[in-house]
């Protein structure tokens, strides 16, 4: 025989019933059923309501009383055919009259007690029982009303009445041995000795539904919902939230406990004391396979096998050198609770015994607050033990799976994933079965760590970035493009999603929590974007708090690169080709590179020196195997060395020079490149990476322009004196020309101290043979000693510095 529950969404309606009969109908073909059902969707809290609106006078209970009269008597109509629908009418519409003559004596007397409160209640379940029992009868199912009120046998505590297994588990067999046909039964209900109904507390119909299962010794209980089964994590909460194959009593237990809400734990009882397996499954998706719920547990690879969290509830600490060694503490503090009816969710104690921990719902604050003060008024006088320290708003969450105690490194693998990620930990639980490890953090943190969670375990072969972007401009824009481009090739073979959730530049901002469509995000920046504000942007990447972030800055701003420390604080990594950072003071410069290291992020910016040329990457890399740097030799302009390899008798330097900002080669204001202010920057990152501690101050600068250039105010006053020095400039080429040479600007780190400086080079130095924009660095260390290692490759354009900026950010994920 097998049980099945549906619950108020799977009989919400006509068209919904009308999917019930048809899976009861697959069911019976192969054995027999009882079919449990809880009120219509909805109307139990609406009985609730009415009876309140009755019991304070409220005159409105009256059409809402017209509305579910109206409902249910549709509900027949929809469900029963024509010529069967008038006596079933009438059987509603007197229950209907009663329920209104009830509610209109609560008006009267303006009271309703816990007794009259389960009757009204009641109705709900009666209600829906008999015309789904109607509905099953005009479908051509033989089917009987068995009204649970015959059978299952309660004491007379109103609201929340204990059952009386002894009686009810008789009852229960003498009614269905000879029962014929599908028995549709109301949840939630039962009666005293004296015939009284009673209710059965919350997860009352699935309660219904365990006793008659553990009674018959059903083969199966099936609970039928709106969801596919029990789910890893809360889908509201936790987007890649998928259903769980089979879960242990003990598992389902601890899941329902800490919020999962598809069943209440005491409501399975019966069945997990008879060792009857229940299965969640879904009314609306009925070939999903659901949920299997036993006696054991089955290995699942993620090591464990859901998450669940307490929303809101308050951590209490009990602490002070008066507790050390003393035995009966806990007892005292427990029991105090106890006696007030302070339930605890969850307990921490330090090994110490300095302090106790433990989480409760916020309204029981006030009242455990005063029972403990009261319980420990003489050491608290003494200062033995300090006040309770109450933090609210905070979540509880557990980790749960069986398989923990066989899987180790899952605790590590929990906390460093939070802690990466910035989520601070206020109080742990772990029991020695291994069972659940349960935490307490900030509420505000609890969407980011159940997603943290999730991922980490779940979906450890596929990780998600949050993307803010800052400046759209050649670099970011190009990179967009690119992230775009290279989204599925990323999830396919690297197994990493880039979402860009923020997006700015310098007129436009934009959200989208679940990222932006990149095939059109001009147009959408322009048409649904608000008026950019970098600090407005910056707040709203906080109050986010998503998992994984990672600030992508694509300008070349001070400003942006002021707030880097202050993102790497909120534990968001930072991945750039911004050289302000890097070059401003030395102290700011190890104060970033410090707090990404004490946060658990990642603070990248390759593309600072080479575009996406893989040089400070390199440099890196010799350091950590145990070579050192004994010099640095380094052609690093792109925008440089094409204009030395571009200008010609017929290509000035003004007009070069223009060329390069056309074709992205040079930054915004060319006098950057040319004074040898970027290069300046650049060696001195390279500088700093190896060690030395260096300002910009301390960079020597040959520059190559005469003062007059150089002072020029700004940009076309730069270009119009550039234009002046041409014909001088056309003279020193010419002789460079006649002797075979060629310039190039070099970036010199040596014995402590940095260089720039115009060169020549004949034909047999690598630096001649470079080409367009090309950059070279030549690394000569204590390995690297007779022969530098070279790195060389294009050190300018759009193209390879985004590409650069996206591997750095494939790195953040890697």
């Not at 209600?127 to 015959?150: M, P």
């Not at 322009?526 to 600090?535: T, V």
């Not at 701003?557 to 534990?571: F, Q, R």
């Not at 105010?713 to 056309?730: H, I, N, P, R």
């Amino acid at each position: 025989m097998l049980v099945m529950k549906f619950g108020g969404s799977s009989v919400k309606d006509a068209t919904v019933i009308k999917k019930v009969i048809e899976i009861v109908k697959g069911r019976i073909k192969k054995e027999k059923a009882a079919v449990v059902v809880s009120a219509f969707g909805g109307v139990t809290d609406e009985l609730i309501r009415l009876s309140k609106e009755a019991a304070s006078g409220d005159k409105g209970y009256r059409s809402g009383l017209e509305a579910m009269e109206l409902r249910h008597l549709t509900a027949v109509r929809e469900l029963v055919k024509v010529a069967n629908q008038s006596a079933v009418l009438a059987n509603v519409k007197v229950r209907l009259n009663e329920l209104d003559d009830v509610l209109h004596g609560i008006f009267l007397v303006r009271e309703i007690s816990p007794k009259t409160q389960d009757f009204i209640l009641s109705f709900g379940e009666r209600l829906s029982s008999y015309i789904i029992t109607e509905a099953f009868r005009d479908a051509g199912v033989k089917s009987n009303w068995a009204d649970a009120v015959q059978f299952i046998s309660t004491n007379n505590e109103f609201n929340n009445a204990q059952v009386d297994f002894e009686t009810t588990n008789k009852q229960i067999r003498k009614f269905f041995k000879d029962a014929q046909g599908v028995q549709i039964v109301p949840g939630f209900i039962g009666s005293t000795p004296s015939g009284e109904i009673t209710t059965l507390g919350r997860g009352g119909s699935d309660y219904t539904a365990a006793i008659i299962a553990a009674a018959l010794k059903v083969r199966e209980l099936e609970i039928w919902t709106d969801v596919d089964g029990i789910m890893t994590a809360d889908p509201r909460k936790v987007t890649g939230a998928f259903p769980v194959s089979h879960l242990s009593y003990e598992e389902t237990m601890e899941l329902s406990h800490f919020g999962a809400k598809v069943v209440y734990p005491p409501s399975i009882q019966p069945v997990m004391e008879k060792g009857i397996p229940f299965r969640i499954l879904n009314t609306f998706n009925v070939n999903a396979p659901g949920t299997l719920v036993s006696k054991k547990s089955v290995h699942f690879d993620a090591g464990i096998k859901g998450i669940s969290s307490i929303d809101h509830v308050a951590l209490l600490t009990l602490h002070g050198s008066g507790m050390i060694g003393v035995a009966g503490i806990s007892m005292r503090l427990f029991g105090a609770l106890a006696r007030h009816h302070v339930s605890v969710i969850m307990i921490s104690q330090a090994s110490s015994e300095h302090s106790i921990n433990f989480a409760i719902r916020p309204d029981d604050v006030a009242t455990a607050r005063k029972a403990i003060e009261s319980e420990f008024r003489n050491e608290i006088i003494l200062g033995q033990v300090e006040p309770v320290k109450v933090e609210e708003d905070m979540s509880v969450v557990a980790v749960v799976g069986e398989n923990m105690q066989r899987t180790p490194g899952v605790a590590g693998k929990l906390f460093s994933s939070l802690g990466r990620n910035g989520i601070n930990i206020s109080a742990i639980a772990q029991g020695s079965s291994e069972l659940n490890i349960s935490l307490v953090i900030d509420n505000k943190d609890i969407k980011k760590a159940l997603n943290v969670i999730h991922e980490g375990f779940f979906l450890s072969h596929q990780q998600t970035l949050n993307l803010f972007v800052v400046g759209t401009g050649t670099v970011g824009g190009t990179l967009l493009n690119q992230i775009r481009s290279q989204f599925e090739y990323l999830k396919d073979t690297h197994h990493l999603q880039l979402r860009v959730v923020g997006l700015t530049n310098t007129r436009k901002m934009a959200f989208a929590e679940h990222g932006v469509d990149l095939i059109d995000w001009k147009q959408m920046l322009q048409l649904e974007g608000k008026k950019a504000d970098f600090g407005k942007f910056i707040d709203r990447m906080f109050k986010c708090n998503l998992r994984n972030s990672v600030l992508v800055d694509c300008t070349s701003s001070g400003d942006v690169a002021a707030i880097y420390k202050d993102v790497l604080e909120k534990s968001i990594s930072v991945v750039t080709p911004n050289k302000i950072a890097c070059s401003s003071p030395y102290n700011s410069y190890k104060a970033l590179k410090r707090t990404a290291a004490l946060r658990g992020v990642r603070f990248l910016f390759e593309t600072n020196v080479g575009s996406g040329l893989p040089v400070v990457n390199t440099l890196n890399d010799l350091i950590k195997s145990g070579d050192r740097i004994e010099q640095i030799e380094a052609v690093l302009s792109g925008t440089l060395n094409y204009l030395f390899n571009t200008v010609s008798a017929k290509n000035s330097l003004s007009t070069t020079v223009k060329k390069a900002m056309d074709m992205g080669y040079a930054e915004p204001d060319p006098r950057i490149d040319l004074n040898g202010v970027d290069v300046a920057r650049k060696i001195l990152i390279l500088a700093r990476e190896s060690g030395a501690k260096l300002e910009i101050k301390d960079v020597k600068v040959d520059h190559f322009l005469p003062e007059y250039c150089q002072k020029a105010k700004s940009v076309d006053d730069f270009m119009k004196t550039l234009q002046k020095y041409d014909a001088d400039f056309e003279v020193k080429r010419k002789e460079l020309e006649a002797k075979g040479r060629r310039w190039r600007y070099v970036a010199t780190y040596k014995n402590g101290k940095a260089v720039l400086a115009l060169k020549e080079f004949e034909s047999s130095h690598p630096f001649y043979h470079i080409e367009g924009s090309d950059n070279i660095v030549l690394f000569t260390t204590m390995r690297y000693k007779a022969q530098p290692l070279v790195v060389k490759g294009a050190g300018a354009g759009a193209e390879v510095t985004a590409a650069g900026v996206l591997a750095d950010i494939v790195r953040v994920g890697a």
